[in-house]
């Protein structure tokens, strides 16, 4: 069996909202959709849902949208911070759930180079990075004696300009290694309206 997930989002500046779409084939054949868009508002943020059924929701003002909360761990790991709780939301599975998360920071090291490979990472060598691991709970999955267990684990290298590298994923029955394929580097400008 083959199972192919696919992801779309984008989140505009500032987190003012974020627009997610996924779809999960099995063997080619779709079998879930979900497509919405989320945005901040002043008491609380607001999920307007599309597919899989047409739903509107409200989420927690503090909880963070994906790049929203890779900024914040990135600023953590500047400032020496080590650990961190947050609720996420990404519009993961029907687009409902809110993920509790931990973060796990590590210390500040230098990315090695690899030695002549033409590997993508070879571009991020002498680079800053934090090793960083980030734990993503249901809390609705809360067990009569309070404990929790991480749905799964994301674990990899942050570099210090944002981009990550050597990602593993655990759902504790098994692990997915991610592997770099390709870094297209841009030359840096202002973004318009700055």
Known sequence: QITDLQTTSFEEPSA???????????????VEATR????????ARTIELKEPSEKSLEIGKEVLFPTEHLLTIMKAADEGVHFFAADIF???????????????IGAR????????????EARLAGMNYWP????YFDPSE?????????????????YQNGISGRLKLDYGDFTIQGKMASLELYDEANCPGE
């Open 16 to 30: 003012a909202s974020y627009q997610f779409l996924s779809k999960t084939f099995v063997d080619q054949e779709l």
């Open 36 to 43: 919405g868009t989320a945005r901040a508002g002043d008491g």
């Open 90 to 104: 990404d519009g993961a599975e029907t687009g409902e759930k809110v993920y509790a998360t931990t973060t796990v």
């Open 109 to 120: 090291a230098v990315s090695p180079d690899p030695g002549g490979t033409k590997s993508p």
């Open 132 to 135: 960083v691991t980030v734990a």
């Open 142 to 158: 809360e067990d009569a004696s309070g404990e929790l267990l991480p749905v799964y684990q994301l674990s990899f290298w942050l």
